[in-house]
Structure formats: C-alpha cells, structure tokens
C-alpha cells in the first residue's frame, strides 16, 4: 500500500510539495546535484540526469503566500537591489543571502529562524530561459556569480509574428543540444536519450491532465474556481516531468468531474458573475482577493497564467519540444496575445476582465491597456484594473482591489440590465 492511496487531490498537493523540498534536501547531503530553475526553462535535461531541482519562483511564491516575503526582500533591499527589480528575484536573492551566511558561520540567521520560507539547499547550477521575461537571465547570471556555479541559459527568440517560423525552432533545438552538453560536462556522465524520452511522456502526461483540470472551468455552473489552479500551478512548474503532478491532477479532475456530475460547484450559492484574471496572482494577499470577489458573488473561470504551462509537444521532436516552450503567449506578438486571451474570455464564458497591473511584472503589465482595450471591443466585456505585486505586499493596496472589482460588479450587472 503506497502512502498516498486514499488521498484527495489538496493531500496530494502538500504531500508532494514537501517530497519535492526533502528530495532536494537529501541530494544535497549525499554529494548530488542541486538545480535551481526558471519556471519554464525546461526541466526535461536536468531531470533525464537524476539532477534535484528547486524553482525560485515558486518558493518565492510560497513565501509571500505565508506572509514572509517582506523579510526577505528586506535582506535583499540592503544588499543593494533596487526595489524595482521584480519581487520574485529580490525574495530569492534576500534567501540566498542569508542562506549563504548560515554556510558561513553555520548558524541559522536571525530572519530564517521564524521564516515561513520552506528550506531549500543552495544550488550546485542553475538553469533558465527568457521565454518569459529578460529578467531572468540577469536573475541567474547573478546566482551563479554569487554562488560560483555553472549557468546554463537557453535563450528563446521573442515571436514578433505567428505563427512560430521553423528557423526559431530550430535556433530553440540548437540551444537545448548545448544545454545537454553543458550538463554532460557538469555531470561527467553521458545524456541517456532512451530516458529523455520516457521524461518527456512524462512531462505530457502531466500536462494533459493539468489541461483536463483547467477545462473544467468552462462549465457552467463551474466546478472550479481557477483561484486553484494558483495554487496547483505549483506542481505543474516543480513536477511536471515527474509523476507527482500527472498523479495530483488526475486525482483532482477526477474530484471535479465527480462533482460536476453531482451538481456540487465552487460556489454553494448561485454564480452572479464570471471572471478572468489576467496576471501573476497577489500572493500575499490571495485570500483577500478571493473573498473579495467571492462577496461580490464572482467566481474566477478565466486566467492566461495557468496557461504557461500548456507544454504540450511530441516526445522525441526536438522541434516540437522548441516550439512549445517558444509559444508562451507573453513571448508572442499583441495579437496573439490578444487572441489567447480572448479564448480564455469566451471559453470561461466571463462577463469581465480584471487585469493585475503588476509592478514586478513589466512584461505581463505593459500591454495590458492594449490588451484591455481589444479584448473589450472583441467581447464586449468590462474590465477593471489594480495595481500590485507578485510578492512586495508594499505594493498593493486592497481598498483600491476592493473599490476597483466593485466598479466591475457594477459594470456587468448594468450590461445585462
């Protein structure tokens, strides 16, 4: 009998978040290797090679969803690192920081002792990819300049048309035969091509199930509320070329499709309004976000960012493979980003938008008044927008989220009037 036999899909969640930490914890204490990643860079090679892997951006999440991300930006801001530097990277780099003095001296700083931050082990390399933003790679150029460790960059060429011509592809093919080189060279052991490609089944195991869970929102009545998939979207960065996530999100559409079947929605009133979300959830604030909405009797059945993570290609096609992880639909043009997100409007059947304007975010942000303004035209759906961020809770105001998703509910109920 497995451990997990019996557990519901939020079990599943945990249990394997903190697999994935003590996964990494032990590699550490054996003498393997360490990997921190970008969240979609692809996990696929460092997987093949038996490498541990931790994703900054998620356990930064995680930091400021548990209230401990001003701490850290705290230690980041007296090293030195501008406030406008994206929050995900100054959470990560004030925990580098004090984890690099616990090296030191060996004892636990002051400011990790309390800290809700899971513990994770300091990386051996690190990976990345500019599929969705630039500032990932100064991010990680500067790990592996403060750490002294290899940096593997697969640089992805920004899609200015669409759809993606063959030579990005195959620019995108070339890069992912170096970082195989690279972690050749890293590892002193041979790629195993035979096991690449039973990871890569793996990989869209995992990501047709977690597309099974994200349709679900388009019933109505919905089952799901997508303010879950912020939190699944854990797994689907972390694990996605393990197991863990194909098991967690069978198990979690199986609930769902249960619960469709049986008239139990996310909401146990009457759905008045549906809504996307577009941008990078408000992680210190997520509960009052939801229930925000959830006053106003809105339900989210719409959001881009769960989307990432639609990898979806054919195992043992390098090209294929390139072309999924180049299609981002923030690496693409305004039009389509524009078309994404009016799929996303009309398949969640949502009667507004609101659009997170992030500060740690520019690329997600600085088209969202073009973006705004075609979605409304091709809709015709109201929106709204905040200002936030990731992680900074300096840097958003709920007043101003309650004032603003007001106005929206007010919108939409005089559409329909």
Known sequence: MKETDGMKAKELLAYYQEKLDEEARQAKKE???????????PPE???????????????????????????????????????????YARVNMGYMELM????????????????????????????????ICNTLLKWYENLAKELNIPCIIIDVPFNHTMPIPQYSKDYIAGQFDEAIRQLEEITGKKFDYDKFLEVQKQTQRSVKEWNRVAK???????????FDLFNYMALIVCARSLYYAEHTFKTFADELEYNLANEIYAFKGAEKKR??????????????TFKSLKALGSIMTGSAYPGL???????GDMSSMAEAYTRIYINTCLENKAKVLQDIVEGGKCDGVVYHLNRSCKLMSFLNVETAEIIEERTKTPYVSFDGDQTDPRNFAPAQFDTRVQALSEMMDAKDA
């Open 31 to 41: 003498g393997r290797l360490v990997c921190w990643s970008a969240s979609v860079a």
């Open 45 to 87: 090679f460092c997987v093949t090679m038996d490498i541990a892997m931790v994703y900054p951006e998620t356990h930064a999440a995680g930091i400021g969803a548990r209230k401990g991300s001003l701490t850290m930006l705290e230690v980041a801001d007296r090293k030195g690192y501008n406030v406008d530097i994206c929050s």
């Open 100 to 131: 690099k003095q616990q090296a030191l001296t060996g004892e636990v700083p002051e400011e990790l002792k309390d800290s809700p931050a899971a513990k994770v082990p300091l990386p051996d390399l690190v990976i990345t990819c500019n599929n």
């Open 216 to 226: 679900l929102s388009s019933y109505k009545p919905s089952p799901l509320n997508c």
């Open 275 to 288: 809504i996307t979300w577009e941008g990078i959830a408000v992680w210190p604030y997520l509960g009052h």
């Open 309 to 315: 993570w639609n990898l979806e290609y054919t195992p």
